[in-house]
């Protein structure tokens, strides 16, 4: 449509580098004049090549200017220079908003008013081609940007050939396009627009189809069609329908924006109610539930849509009549006549099977999995009988203060004394509290929250404590005092039992046997809130908050915590105490004013949450169990399974006519794929869905915390700003999936899980492979509940890499801490990746094993050393590599099944025991017989003598045979071997 419209040109190689491009003009004052075909160069990158092919020699102009350096000085008076323009400095919006560089490949009134000085242009041969300075007094002008239009205007231009689509198999046919909504108006069309409609905001209705793209720009359909009066629309009954009204705040600011809804009504008298409309970005209901609004503002000059949707009756039909009035800075009102017509059948699942309806976008507002009285397996209901609770395998008693005084893992008592509330009074003494009330707030099959007020003097103390059905306990403590005052400490002290507390990891411990003491203070480079202390048999970890509950695993929120970090005061001790590991986090010396309060909250968690799964041995992946990864043809796209259902559909109905146990698909919440159709919509919502900034990403190169802008052409194309690029891959058929980064504390988050249950909708029982975890523990909570609606059985597994320290970054945040909140719901850990797989027995127990918090980890050592027998002590094996499959097939010849019991070396029940220090064994026995699997951290090769009590065993050690079985290529076969003698 190169005749009506124009288009913006750009041409990339292979870097995605931009290395030619030529602006629209005004398509009614001159042609567009560029050739663009889509080509892909077999050779090696080259410019030359690039350019030669793609545009053809004879099309080029001689003087064409293709940019390989640009110098000059900017308005801060600062020189620069470009040694090759990237596609962020040359993409259409962002030229418009006047880049030094924008010279160099835009001319037309739209850069007018950018403020450059001695600008300097050469072509890839360093011949300068545009000189400012001397374009200025050759000219007489004194504006840069009339003096940089001038001087490329004089250019030769190419005439434009013929665009060709850069459509790929499979993709959105609408993907690349630029038309109608990215097509820029011109300065010309906005001000023909303005001289028409005098008002300081304009409006503009626009269908599903035509998302609302720039923030910055209007688009020129707008200038050339005017606001409509009134907006049609069409759907089916059930319909969720979805629409726009574009703000272009043309003359003024927008600071504030209402909208009301009248009835609609058909001739027929059937009504829509004015209820069921809302608008997405004004109000809505958070990943908590909790309903919310929000201030809808703008900018003088800018654009923002708001998106509004209804649902449509099943029984709707025919035209139905209503208005929307919209009230702006809390005078002007403009209402909008809204005719929608209803046709044909009724639609599935409200039109969520067609995603170019928008219709999820109420998704958005979802509150699926947050049912107080549904409970994920296998957990059971928290039972309270006065100050004591109890919940799946453990019971807590809260003391007269509201911190546990009594801890019970099984038939372990786990504190050595009750918990403390450690207030050191300005004489260094113990202030010595007393209850002066308590109240059990709310009591649920999930949670019970009880609060227990005290006093001290003038100092009084809240506790409220909150606990869950999965061991998790948040307490949010206050102090407040009648007058100023002044403590020397504030904190909490866990006393654990000494010969329970065998392991410690997190506070920057990277995971090891317990150390005699332990110091941690707040450093802004860490995300190393959290710690956990224990064994297999128990253990308890903490957790420090800050004022609000969120997840953000680039880092921490620094004033979030402000009051446990106290100016760098703040931290946490672990001592050894007489028969006690004391755990202790504190604020430090700290000063009140009179009723000033000092708000406090970490929350502890009661491990192991569960019991490990007796099938564990049968859940397989890369083997019974079929995990579709992103890229894939049945799952293309990051974070977004909703476009390929169909070939999901057909794999899984095969998965299941062979006999495997299931499938799993790769969807989480890190980032989301550009082929989202409703990404334009969500971004829309400004930070609350999309990162601009501060995106973690893990590439091929390692992880990275991104900026705004950048990223994949299509990005800088189409979104420009407002974003932060994540994930990118090349899929099968050429296309390339670009992700943006995205936050998991916001209404994303209820899309995501109603995406979940879509997606079981469709297909039956399917499992979801975490890929890292980009929302907290209510999001995963969520999560499990959705996963398990269907039946009891559900597949959680969980992959990540060592985030405390590996090639490219080191935020010390130990996984098995700064993962415990989510650790309740997954069924299998998968974590490799830049683990520290030499390291010693006690970080592979603290940080690999997982059987401390009741799930098996089926190590990934991506990269990483093969320790098979290492692994297996810990009733496992790896997932990938030679190794894997040999095991498992051992495991198979064996018998090791659901109802073989596991006797790890770190129970004190295994019948047997090694003669050295770093070399272990565990035993796993089925009726009849026993294997013993025996892994060794020793420096260097030791003979080993087992020392095996073979009435535990329940065997006669005269009549046992013992030999070391076949297992391909990680153990040669032995007969008959004898215990008597060391083992090599």
């Given at each position: ?22 602006s ?66 040359a993409?259409p ?58 001087a ?10 013929k665009?060709?689509?850069?459509l ?38 626009e ?7 720039m ?25 969720y ?5 574009g ?11 209402s ?38 503002t ?18 709707a ?13 809390g ?59 109890a ?114 990891v997190?506070?920057s ?133 909703f ?34 159709p409703?990404?334009?919509?969500l ?22 915390i ?90 959680l ?18 996984p098995t801490?700064n ?97 050295a ?13 026993a ?32 030999t ?21």
């Open positions: 449509r190169q005749e009506e419209h124009g288009y913006q040109a750009l041409v990339y190689n292979l870097n995605g580098q931009l290395v030619a491009g030529i629209r003009k005004d398509s009614r004052d001159k042609d567009v004049e560029l050739v663009v075909r889509n080509w892909k160069s077999p050779w090696p990158v080259d410019m030359d090549q690039w350019l030669h092919v793609t545009l053809g020699v004879k099309t080029l102009p001689e003087k064409t200017v293709i940019t390989s350096q640009i110098s000059g000085v900017g308005d801060d008076g600062r020189p620069f220079t470009s040694p090759l323009l990237t596609a962020e400095d993409s919006q962002r030229l418009m908003q006047g880049p030094a560089p924008a010279f160099a490949l835009y001319a037309g009134d739209n850069n007018a008013g950018v403020q450059v000085r001695n600008l300097v242009i050469r072509d890839k041969h360093g011949k300068v081609v545009v000189d400012g300075n001397t374009a200025r007094r050759a000219m007489g002008i004194e504006n840069t940007a009339e003096v940089a239009n001038a490329l205007d004089a250019l030769p231009q190419a005439k434009l050939v665009m060709e689509s850069r790929q198999p499979g993709e959105r046919p609408d993907l690349n396009s630029f038309f109608p909504m990215e097509i820029i108006a011109s300065e010309k069309e906005q001000a023909e627009l303005l001289a028409k409609h005098a008002e300081a905001v304009l409006l503009f209705p269908d599903r189809t035509r998302p609302i793209v923030p910055d720009f209007i688009p020129q359909k707008w200038a050339l069609e005017g606001p409509q009066d009134t907006f049609k629309g069409t759907c089916q009954p059930s319909e329908y979805c629409w726009q009204i703000v272009f705040a043309a003359r003024e600011e927008v600071r504030q924006l909208i009301t809804y009248s009835d609609l009504k058909n001739t027929k008298g059937k009504v829509i109610a004015a209820k069921e409309f809302t608008c997405f970005n004004i109000e809505g209901t958070d990943h908590l539930g909790r309903a919310f609004t929000k201030d809808f703008l900018g003088k000059g800018l654009v923002r849509p708001l998106w509004i949707g209804m649902m449509t009756p099943d029984d039909e025919g035209e139905y009549a209503g208005n929307v009035t919209i009230k702006i800075n005078v002007v009102e403009k209402t909008i006549p809204f005719r929608l017509k209803v046709e044909g059948p009724k639609i599935s699942h409200h039109g969520d099977d067609e995603p170019w309806r928008h219709s999820r976008l109420r998704w958005l507002n979802s509150t699926r999995g947050l049912e107080d009285d549904v409970l994920p397996p296998p957990f059971t209901p928290v039972k309270r009988d006065g100050p004591s609770l919940i799946l395998g453990r019971d807590l008693r809260a003391g007269p203060l509201g911190l546990p005084e009594k801890i019970t893992v099984g038939r372990s008592d786990v504190l050595a004394s009750p918990a403390r509330l450690d207030v050191l009074g300005s004489d260094g003494r113990p202030l010595a509290f007393e209850p002066t009330g308590r109240k059990v707030e709310k009591e649920t099959p999930s949670r019970v929250i009880e609060t227990v007020d005290s006093a001290s003097g003038d100092v009084r103390a809240s506790v409220r404590a909150e606990t869950w059905f999965d061991g998790a306990v948040n307490y949010d403590i206050t102090l407040q005092s009648r007058r100023d005052a002044a403590f020397q400490d504030v904190g909490v002290a866990i006393p654990m039992r000494k010969e329970l507390a065998k392991y410690f997190g506070f411990n990277r995971g090891d046997r317990r150390p005699a003491s332990w110091r941690w203070k707040w450093d802004r480079r860490y995300n190393d809130n959290a710690a956990w202390l224990g064994g297999v048999e128990a253990g308890i970890g903490v957790k420090l908050l800050g004022e609000t509950d969120y997840w953000d695993p680039a880092g921490l929120h620094w004033d979030e915590h402000r009051r446990w970090i106290n100016d760098g005061q703040g931290g946490a001790a672990l001592d050894e105490n007489g028969d006690a590991v004391v755990l202790r986090v504190f604020t430090g010396e700290t000063r009140l004013k009179a009723d000033e309060p000092l708000r406090l909250r970490l929350r502890l968690y009661v491990t192991p949450f569960k019991p490990l799964r007796p099938d564990h041995w049968n859940l397989r992946f890369f083997g019974n169990i079929v995990h579709y990864h992103h890229s894939l043809p049945q799952n293309p796209y990051i974070n977004y399974p476009m390929t259902i169909d070939a999901l559909k057909t794999s899984f109905d095969e998965i299941k006519a062979r006999g495997l146990r299931g499938m799993t698909v790769y969807y989480t919440l890190r980032e989301i794929s550009n082929i989202a409703e990404l334009f919509a971004r829309s919502l400004g930070q609350e869905v999309v990162r601009s900034t501060g995106a973690l990403v893990y590439g091929t190169s390692g992880w990275s991104q900026g705004e802008g950048g990223g994949h052409p299509w990005l800088r194309e189409h979104l420009v700003a407002g974003y932060s690029p994540c994930w990118q891959q090349t899929l099968p058929t050429g296309a390339v999936d670009a992700a943006v980064g995205t936050n998991g504390d916001g209404r994303l988050m209820n899309y995501y899980i109603e995406g979940l249950a879509w997606l079981q909708k469709k297909l039956g029982y399917v499992g979801v492979y975490l890929d890292g975890i980009g929302y907290d523990r209510i999001g995963m909570m969520r999560l499990a509940r959705t996963l398990g609606a269907g039946g009891g059985d559900y597949y597994p969980f992959h990540t890499g060592d985030d405390y320290k590996n090639p490219w970054s080191e935020f010390h945040a130990a801490a993962y415990l909140e989510h650790l309740p719901y997954v069924t299998q850990l998968m974590w490799g990746e830049c683990f520290w797989y030499d390291g010693p027995e006690g970080y592979w127990m603290s940080q690999l094993a997982g059987l401390p918090f009741g799930v098996d980890n089926q190590f990934y050592p991506v990269p990483g050393p093969d320790y098979p027998f290492r692994v297996m002590l810990y009733a496992s094996s790896e997932n990938v590599g030679q190794s894997a499959q040999d095991i498992r097939a051992f495991w198979d010849r064996w018998g090791i099944n659901e109802h073989t019991r596991t006797l790890g070396y770190w129970d004190s029940a295994c019948p047997v025991k090694t003669n220090p770093d070399v272990f064994a565990s035993v796993y026995t089925n009726p009849g017989k294997l013993i699997c025996i892994g060794s951290w020793a420096k260097t090769a030791v003979p080993v003598t087992l020392a095996i009590d073979w009435k535990s065993l329940g065997m006669d050690p005269a009549t046992v045979r013992v070391v079985p076949d297992i391909g290529g990680v153990q040669k076969p032995r007969e008959n071997l004898d215990l008597a003698r060391p083992i090599p």
